[in-house]
């Protein structure tokens, strides 16, 4: 079984700063990874994933994050926040070969303030 | 436009009052899933459907129940709710399981008094 860390439940930054949510997972098999996120009284929708190939991906609104294998991260970045980025985020990972039961963390609240 | 549509959007019941929470989707997609979102926890699987009449256990199916007679519905039923069943509920949509991406309804926000 797979499973999901955030660590940060809540992350405060200042509108233009450099932002960081980090991602853990743990699997004993290969496994594919997204973000989602959730502006207040929504539903979910993708911000990014990872399937194979380039451990950077590249995903809307400016954001990106990066595979790391051996330390089973998958850290999301943005080179400067605006106050619409203001949401939840949430991580997900799921096994590759058939897997049907995406994995989400407990997600980080990011709150830009001006 | 492509959606996962669910109702009803917000609902206060009693305990032991049967209800019934809907999900449609227009994608023709063969898998969906529900899930409950509860502060602290993130979201959690409650159950899933590969296909027509074919449905499965998430983690946390006790209380639940679903059935899937129709490839684009997929209602989430409680027979008997409870307190503990007060949570944010979604129901989610995919082409396939695996590396295919969900969408999610708006989500219902159920209260169980």
């Known amino acids: 079984a797979q499973s999901v860390t955030q660590l940060d439940s809540q992350v405060p930054v200042f509108e233009e700063a450099p932002v960081e949510l980090r991602c853990n997972y743990s699997s004993s098999v290969s496994v594919y990874l997204f973000w989602y996120v959730q502006y207040p009284n929504q539903g979910l929708q993708l911000l990014l994933k990872y399937l194979s190939g380039s451990t950077l991906v590249k995903g809307i609104n400016g954001f990106e994050a990066e595979f790391n294998k051996s330390q089973t991260s998958f850290h999301l970045r943005k080179p400067s926040v605006h106050i619409s980025d203001t949401a939840e985020y949430f991580c997900?990972?799921?096994?590759?070969?058939?897997?049907?039961?995406?994995?989400f963390g407990t997600g980080t609240q990011l709150k830009v303030e001006l | 436009e492509a959606q996962v549509t669910q109702n009803p959007r917000y609902l206060i019941t009693v305990t032991g009052k049967k209800l019934t929470v809907t999900c449609s989707q227009n994608?023709?997609?063969?898998?969906m899933s529900w899930y409950r979102q509860d502060p602290g926890l993130g979201l959690r699987q409650i159950y899933y459907s590969m296909n027509v009449e074919v449905t499965d256990k998430g983690d946390v199916p006790e209380g639940y129940k679903v059935s899937r007679k129709e490839k684009r519905n997929f209602p989430l039923i409680l027979e008997s709710p409870s307190p503990n069943q007060t949570s944010l509920y979604f129901c989610?949509?995919?082409?396939?399981?695996?590396?295919?991406?969900?969408?999610f309804g708006a989500g219902s926000r159920l209260t169980v008094l």
């Open positions: 997900a990972v799921i096994r590759t070969g058939g897997g049907n039961k995406l994995t």
């Open positions: 989610a949509s995919s082409q396939g399981s695996g590396a295919n991406v969900l969408t």
């Open positions: 994608m023709n997609h063969e898998y």
